[in-house]
């Protein structure tokens, strides 16, 4: 059965991708959250010039820019970016309610440690903390055919497991332990980032 990988904008076709039923392994890479504060604008003179030095021009004062105006298309920039990039992290949750399949993929993060915070961005744009866990274990293993392998606490499944200080979804839960085929395995250093392997790996509580 096809499958859509990525999805970066698919947010874009969800009526079709609903319509066609397609399970979606979801992409994470949705870039870096644009920040209000970042529209602050250089008004130093250009080439760094001194005051008064400035190039001269025929203009009108009244048709040349102002620093107030150059700040309000800044941040009207700014605000158009962040909100591409709401639908971008809001698709997880916009799929979980249409009733479309969802698993979490790592690819095209520029590092593993990006995983968790991106999930957890999801769940703050609409996607709910059971649908972020099934996205994270039987949801991804069901996609790939590997249900009956990995992806629940079960008798007779891949025990592939990670336990947090406490909820996932929370900024301040550390990776405790990580059982690995059954195998346990403690982070000399628990950090917020655990490196996520890809989905066909991924095991865990449903």
Do not use: C, H
Not at 48 to 72: N, R
Request: no cysteine; proline share 7%.
């Amino acid at each position: 059965a096809p499958i859509l990988f990525g999805g970066i904008e698919s947010f874009r076709l969800v009526d079709q991708i609903k319509q066609w039923n397609l399970p979606v392994l979801l992409g994470l890479n949705w870039g870096e959250e644009p920040k209000t504060e970042d529209s602050k604008v250089d008004k130093k003179p250009a080439n760094d010039a001194k005051p008064g030095t400035e190039k001269v021009t025929d203009k009108d004062p009244e048709e040349m820019p102002k620093p107030e105006d150059e700040k309000y298309l800044v941040d009207e920039i700014i605000k158009e970016r962040r909100r591409i990039w709401e639908q971008k992290v809001g698709t997880a949750g916009l799929f979980s309610k249409r009733g479309i399949a969802i698993g979490f993929i790592s690819k095209g993060l520029k590092s593993q440690d990006d995983f968790l915070p991106a999930v957890r961005n999801a769940v703050k744009l609409g996607l709910s903390k059971a649908d972020a866990l099934k996205a994270l274990t039987s949801g991804a293993a069901a996609i790939l055919g590997l249900d009956k392998q990995i992806g629940k606490i079960q008798v007779g499944l891949a025990a592939n497991l990670a336990v947090f200080t406490g909820d996932f979804t929370e900024e301040k839960s550390k990776v405790k332990y990580v059982f690995i085929d059954g195998r346990k395995f403690e982070p000399e250093a628990p950090k917020e980032g655990l490196p996520m392997p890809l989905p066909s790996t991924v095991g865990g509580a449903n």
